[in-house]
């Protein structure tokens, strides 16, 4: 089992910055790629952005050239710099990172979801 831990949400005016930060736990072996999703109220959760382990990165159009997202493999971790934060940004942030085990079997863990909320 791995599990993933999120800090850094909270409320913000619009214009602002957040950095949000999620560690990841347990019996690691290999973790592939990590990200952030978001959920709106009434809406689907949605991709943010995404960092294979290679360092290679993939971002939401909405958030591109405002969010940046990176990873330390060593540590286990994965950031999501949000900067000029807008109203539309407020939702619940998951981490979400997809594990190899030794087995080579590919499985999804998500983190319990951070909130961030951006005021007008």
């Known amino acids: 089992q791995v599990q993933l831990v999120e800090s850094g949400g909270g409320l913000v005016q619009a214009g602002g910055s957040l950095r949000l930060s999620c560690v990841a736990s347990?019996?690691?072996?290999?973790?592939?790629?990590m990200g952030w999703y978001r959920q709106a109220p009434g809406k689907q959760r949605e991709l943010v952005a995404s960092?294979?382990?290679?360092?290679?990165?993939d971002y939401a159009d909405s958030v591109k050239d405002r969010f940046t997202i990176s990873r330390d493999n060593a540590k286990n971790t994965v950031s999501l710099q949000m900067n000029s934060l807008k109203p539309e940004d407020t939702a619940v942030y998951y981490c979400?990172?997809?594990?190899?085990?030794?087995?080579?079997?590919?499985?999804?863990?998500w983190g319990q979801g951070t909130q961030v909320t951006v005021s007008s």
């Open positions: 979400n990172a997809v594990h190899l085990s030794q087995r080579l079997v590919s499985r999804d863990y």
């Open positions: 347990g019996n690691i072996f290999r973790i592939n790629a």
């Open positions: 960092i294979a382990r290679s360092g290679s990165t």
